[in-house]
């Protein structure tokens, strides 16, 4: 049976990432571009932050009018 991939997602624009990333991280959401573009971006609100769980939480994202 194939190991199941943990994903955690920032609260701000919903990027999903690996759970180890915010491991490696002090538990928070890495550094990440927002708006995504190949050249960059810039620095997401949403990195240093504490994670959601995608498959759960459906508070709606800072970028949609959520509160952070």
Not at 26 to 52: F, I, K, N, W
Not at 57 to 68: A, C, F, I, Q, T
Request: hydrophobic share 25%; net charge neutral; glycine share 10%.
């Amino acid at each position: 049976m194939p190991e199941r991939r943990i994903e955690y997602m920032c609260p701000h624009c919903g990027w999903r990432f690996d759970a180890l990333l915010a491991h490696d991280n002090s538990g928070l959401v890495p550094h990440h571009a927002y708006p995504p573009t190949p050249v960059g971006g810039r620095l997401c609100p949403g990195s240093d932050q504490a994670p959601r769980n995608p498959e759960s939480d459906r508070r709606p994202l800072w970028k949609d009018g959520g509160v952070p």
